[in-house]
């Protein structure tokens, strides 16, 4: 028997990336799995391929009408819900700050914080009468330090640490334990596009700027999106049902260069 059997599972942003091998990790242990994306067909397809009993289901974080339409779908479908992955989440790209216009900001600040807080605040009631439950929020290694050139997204993801925290304390005495995982650099096309930006800002090829990122990271390795599943697998288990309110780095060791 594996540490989830029988849980249900709900990742925002799960039709790809780091959501996906979440939703993969999470249904390789058990759990069903609800992916919740803004892309309705990508979230069903992936729902279809998973080994467990999953679901695809349109979800717009700005809305906390769409928020709340995914609580009920999710209990009217299974009766519960015993893990929430908040990973929707975007980039405006690596910029400088004048150049950052209002829109931008409001429209990231909507989707990493906002939705982080709208998703979670629809589902909370189903967790609080179960008494008992998980939620991860993913954050970045750009909240754990501010980079320049990425002034709103760092703001962003600080911002998940402290929700985080003030949930985790609230939340404890429901046995809802509440963490943060912050990825280092990861293959995805989010950080892709952002490392071809800062190496555009500092005059380098997008392989010099790669190179650089890289040799950086102690471990010399890259983080996979798989590596980012394995920590939240964990988080969501019954191994880790005394940790609340942390923060899990998942970098190769970025944040002590």
């Not at 992916?35 to 467990?52: G, S, V, Y």
């Not at 954050?139 to 925290?165: E, H, N, W």
């Not at 912050?182 to 490392?195: F, R, S, Y």
């Amino acid at each position: 028997m594996s540490d989830l059997d029988g849980k249900v599972a709900v990742i925002t942003g799960g039709a790809n990336g780091i959501g996906l091998a979440c939703a993969q990790k999470l249904s390789d242990e058990g759990a069903n799995i609800v992916i919740a994306d803004i892309d309705l067909a990508a979230a069903e397809k992936r729902a279809d391929e998973l080994p467990t009993d999953s679901l695809g289901v349109h979800l717009d974080v700005r809305d906390s009408a769409s928020a709340n339409e995914l609580a009920s779908t999710v209990l009217r479908e299974y009766g519960r819900v015993d893990v929430l992955v908040n990973n929707a989440g975007m980039n405006i790209g690596a910029r400088n700050t004048t150049d950052v216009t209002d829109e931008e900001f409001d429209l990231l600040m909507s989707i990493n914080v906002r939705g982080t807080f709208t998703t979670t605040r629809a589902l909370l009631p189903a967790l609080i009468e179960q008494r008992g439950g998980s939620i991860i929020n993913m954050s970045s290694i750009c909240g754990q330090r501010g980079i320049a050139l990425i002034a709103p997204y760092s703001a962003s993801k600080f911002a998940i640490v402290g929700m985080t925290q003030s949930l985790a304390a609230e939340l404890a005495q429901y046995d809802i334990t509440v963490n943060s995982v912050h990825p280092g650099i990861v293959a995805t096309d989010l950080h892709v596009k952002v490392v071809e930006e800062f190496s555009g800002l500092k005059g380098l090829s997008f392989e010099d700027g790669w190179d650089g990122f890289v040799s950086r990271i102690p471990l010399g390795r890259l983080q996979t999106t798989e590596d980012i599943g394995d920590m939240v697998a964990f988080l969501a288990s019954p191994k880790a049902r005394n940790i609340t309110g942390s923060a899990f780095n998942v970098d190769g060791g970025l944040l002590l260069a």
